[in-house]
């Protein structure tokens, strides 16, 4: 198998979205989008908040390792990540699996 392709506007994934104005959320709106996970830790969020957070279709999944430290995985490892945090992982995959229909939006620090 080749991987696939994922319906259009099915999946959306950007980074933080504490920058986006007011066009940005509009042009977000109107894209569809049914939930948005927010992949990034609670101090993350507290840091750089999302205009979003407040939406019902919000939802902060802190999917991958600990930021403090604790868990000693190279950040440039996506492979350790996923296997050090498969219970965030498998959280985040029940967010997507439990959203409406329409496109789900995706974020973290880094898009």
């Avoid at 507290?46 to 950040?75: M, N, Q, W």
Wanted: hydrophobic share 40%; net charge neutral.
């Amino acid at each position: 198998m080749d991987g696939g392709r994922i319906r259009e506007r099915a999946l959306i994934r950007t980074d933080n979205h504490d920058r986006l104005d007011a066009v940005g959320l509009a042009a977000m709106r109107s894209y569809g989008v049914t939930r948005i996970i927010d992949l990034r830790w609670p101090s993350e969020a507290l840091k750089y908040p999302s205009p979003l957070s407040g939406d019902h279709r919000y939802r902060l999944v802190p999917a991958c390792f600990d930021p403090t430290g604790d868990e000693e995985i190279p950040l440039d490892s996506y492979r350790l990540m996923a296997d050090a945090s498969r219970e965030r992982v498998a959280a985040v995959l029940t967010a997507i699996a439990v959203a409406p229909p329409g496109g789900i939006l995706v974020h973290c620090p880094a898009g």
